[in-house]
């Protein structure tokens, strides 16, 4: 499938998903959320996928934003529908049931930051820039980023980027959490595809069941998590990769997954 304004590519089980607008800064607009939504839609039941990264074209940007020309236009009753239809992409992204990778190569802002947020993994250059500055346009994160950026790294932390508006380096949002990796620009999409690449590597029925119970926790209280993490156990143990890997560990080899 051919889309307007992202790149999409599959090598050796891993989707390579571009956000490809590097003149505007890879800003948000509409057609792009329509892409980014058919995209994974498309990945979701792409059984030859995976593990997916997602990153900005250029060296300046993830994604900036959101497309400012487009938000400027909008009444109460558009922009409610604008936010929903942000969160909807945002949403499916983090459901998935396969793990996406942010490769953050420059500005994470705005709806960059949670685009970035509804993935699972952040990896970051060392040039890359986080913040959720809306405030300084008189409105407030639309794309979930009040809830996942809360979550992720507190409510106190959350607070401080999200009402004052400041932007922080990679390193800062290693510290706070928000970021899981930094590396040297150079070395991002490398490092991002070798990180992929381990993750490509193991039971993937696992990975998924594993990665299904890790979004929950931010829907079901404690027990309820652990009812569900007790039947993706059981159902694990239940494949023919438990058989293998575990034959493997006793027979000190390594092993050799069919992901069924």
Known sequence: MEFKNILFTVKNN?????????????????????????CFKEIQGDYGVSVVIVTGAGEK????????SEIHKLNVIAAK??????????????????????AVNGFALGGGCELALACHIR???????????????????GYGGTQRLTRLINSGRSAELILTGDIIDANEALRIGLANKVYPADELMAKATEFAEKI?????????????AIVSCDELAETEGQN??????????????FKEGTNAFLEKRKPKFTNQ
Do not use: W
Not at 93 to 98: A, F, M
């Open 81 to 102: 529908h604008f936010s929903e239809k942000g969160q909807s992409v945002f949403n499916l992204i983090e459901k998935l049931g396969k793990p996406v990778i942010a």
């Open 61 to 68: 940007a993830f994604v900036a934003g959101a497309d400012i």
């Open 14 to 38: 891993i989707g390579y998903v571009t956000i490809n607008r590097p003149e505007k800064l890879n800003a948000l607009n509409d057609e792009t959320l329509d892409d980014l939504k058919e």
């Open 123 to 141: 990896l970051a250059s060392d040039k890359a820039k986080f913040g959720q500055p809306e405030v300084n346009l008189g409105i407030t994160p």
């Open 200 to 212: 490509a590597s193991k039971a993937q029925i696992a990975v998924s069941m594993s990665l299904r």
């Open 228 to 241: 569900l993490e007790s039947g993706m156990f059981a159902i694990c143990c239940g494949t023919e990769d």
